[in-house]
């Protein structure tokens, strides 16, 4: 039963079971461009090197697969031998 001139009462604030993010916040002035700068050129070659790798990776599959078909549809001389005129 409710009566009109009573409030209910709030319940007492429960303590947070996430620890407060100010200790991630950071002051205006402590960006350090120069090294930021520096470590996103590192990635940016590091990401240049991975895309190189997996070009070359293909390649090399690609080629071993045409390699492959040439040998089992029974074809000779599938594979290029290189060899040097000047042996002596």
Same mark, same amino acid.
């Given at each position: 039963?409710?009566?009109?001139?009573? $409030?209910? @009462? /709030?319940?007492?604030?429960?303590?947070?079971? %996430?620890?407060? &993010? !100010?200790?991630?916040?950071?002051?205006?002035?402590?960006?350090?461009? $120069?090294? @930021? /700068?520096?470590?996103?050129?590192?990635?940016? %070659?590091?990401? &240049? !090197?991975?895309?190189?790798?997996?070009?070359?990776?293909?390649?090399?599959?690609?080629? /071993?697969?045409?390699?492959?078909?040439?040998?089992?549809?029974?074809?000779?001389?599938?594979?290029?031998?290189?060899?040097?005129?000047?042996?002596?």
């Amino acid at each position: 039963m409710k009566f009109p001139g009573r $409030r209910a @009462r /709030m319940p007492a604030a429960a303590p947070s079971p %996430v620890d407060d &993010l !100010a200790k991630f916040a950071r002051s205006v002035g402590s960006d350090d461009y $120069r090294h @930021r /700068m520096t470590v996103n050129v590192i990635a940016f %070659v590091f990401v &240049l !090197a991975l895309i190189g790798v997996g070009l070359w990776l293909a390649d090399t599959m690609a080629e /071993m697969r045409k390699n492959q078909d040439c040998v089992l549809s029974g074809r000779r001389g599938c594979t290029p031998v290189e060899v040097t005129k000047s042996r002596w």
